[in-house]
C-alpha cells in the first residue's frame, strides 16, 4: 500500500510548502476486469516485440531496423500507459461521482475524446 506523508513530512518532499498533497486520496489498482485484461494484452504483445528485438540483435540485424523495432515498442508502451490512465481515471471518477445513466454516457464520451487527444501528442 502507498505510503501517504503526513502535512510534517510534506514541507521537506515539496521544497518548504505545507500544501497537502494527496493526503487522503489513496492510489488503487485497476478495479475492473476488462481493462485489467486489455493492458495485460497490451503489455503481453510489447513484450513479444522485445524478445523480437534481442534476437535481431543476436544475429546480428541492421541497426536501422533495430531500431525502427525500438520505435514501435515505444509506442505500444505509451498507447498501453496512456489507456491504463485513462481506465483509471474512468474508474476514480465513476467512485466518486457516482453519475445516472446520461452523466454515465457523457463521461465515456469525453474520456473517449480525451484519450484520442492525447495520442496525437505522443
Not at 9 to 17: I, T
Not at 18 to 47: F, G, H, M, Q, Y
Not at 61 to 73: D, P, Y
Amino acid at each position: 500500500m502507498p505510503a501517504v506523508l503526513e502535512n510534517s513530512e510534506l514541507s521537506s518532499e515539496n521544497g518548504g510548502s505545507t500544501a497537502p498533497i494527496a493526503e487522503s486520496c489513496p492510489v488503487s489498482n485497476l478495479s475492473k476486469s476488462e481493462a485489467r485484461n486489455d493492458v495485460l494484452n497490451r503489455l503481453r504483445r510489447a513484450e513479444g516485440q522485445i524478445r523480437g528485438i534481442q534476437r535481431m540483435v543476436e544475429e546480428g540485424e541492421s541497426c536501422l531496423k533495430i531500431g525502427q523495432q525500438f520505435s514501435a515498442v515505444r509506442k505500444a508502451l505509451d498507447s498501453t500507459y496512456l489507456r491504463m490512465t485513462v481506465c483509471f481515471m474512468e474508474q476514480e471518477l465513476q467512485a466518486r461521482m457516482k453519475p445516472d445513466e446520461a452523466q454515465q454516457a457523457g463521461l465515456e464520451h469525453m474520456l473517449k475524446d480525451m484519450e484520442t487527444l492525447l495520442a496525437r501528442m505522443g
